[in-house]
Nanobody, 117 residues
Framework: QLQAFGGGLVQAGGSLRLSCAGS????????VGWFRQTPGKEREFVAA????????YYADSVKRRFSISRDTARNTVDLQMTSLKPEDTAVYYC????????????WGQGTLVTVSS
């Protein structure tokens, strides 16, 4: 089971930190991804981190603004979002296990991020 939290309302240029909490031993062995979706659009990849936390992957639209990491003490995968833009407004989901080729089969419930201009 995954649970995503940390969304909210923020002004453009601001920052927000999302967390994905996992239960069970498998979570620490999974690569975990963050995705986002806006109404009428497909869910899109945002960022991912491998099981060790050493390898990270980002969509071009968020490179140098977002940072993904694992917190082993809290058993979470965090997405630090900075320099937020109105176009970052979306419902953000975490999913696992993440690969470049197949969608995750475990999903968190989604957390809404709204960036005002």
């Amino acid at each position: 089971q995954l649970q995503a939290f940390g969304g909210g309302l923020v002004q453009a240029g601001g920052s927000l930190r999302l967390s994905c909490a996992g239960s069970g031993r498998d979570f620490s062995n999974y690569a975990v991804g963050w995705f986002r979706q806006t109404p009428g659009k497909e869910r899109e990849f945002v960022a991912a981190v491998d099981w060790s936390g050493e390898l990270t992957y980002y969509a071009d639209s968020v490179k140098r603004r977002f940072s993904i990491s694992r917190d082993t003490a809290r058993n979470t995968v965090d997405l630090q979002m900075t320099s937020l833009k109105p176009e970052d407004t979306a419902v953000y989901y975490c999913g696992a296990p993440w690969t470049e080729y197949t969608p995750p089969y475990l999903w968190g419930q989604g957390t809404l991020v709204t960036v005002s201009s």
